[in-house]
């Protein structure tokens, strides 16, 4: 277990996992009860799947983020109309994400 802040779960180290590979990154980690405990963002370098170790952020991490990046929590998002807010993410701000990261 990882943090970026004092005392919050951040980011999970699993370890050398057939995951721990290019193109994982999105996917769900749960625990043995079937709850979301991550998801895949990162692996580190290795020659083989043995040798990296892959990592997850955390739904309180992704949570706090939100709420910083925008003044509202995840089930504050998931409550509404998903697809209009989708749309509207990509009218207004995905433009301007775009042309920055093209800079």
Do not use: C, H, K, M
């Not at 625990?31 to 952020?57: C, H, K, P, Q, Y």
């Not at 409550?79 to 989708?86: D, L």
């Amino acid at each position: 277990l990882l943090t970026f802040v004092e005392n919050s779960v951040d980011l999970l180290s699993l370890g050398s996992i057939a995951g721990a590979q290019g193109g994982s990154s999105g996917g769900a980690v749960v625990n043995l009860w079937g709850f979301l405990v991550g998801l895949i963002s990162t692996t580190s370098e290795g020659e083989t799947t043995a040798t990296r170790d892959l990592r997850a952020i955390s739904p309180s991490y992704i949570n706090r983020d939100l709420i910083t990046q925008t003044g509202f929590d995840l089930a504050t998002l998931l409550a509404g109309n998903v697809f209009a807010q989708a749309q509207d993410f990509n009218t207004r701000v995905a433009p301007g994400l775009i042309s920055l990261y093209l800079r």
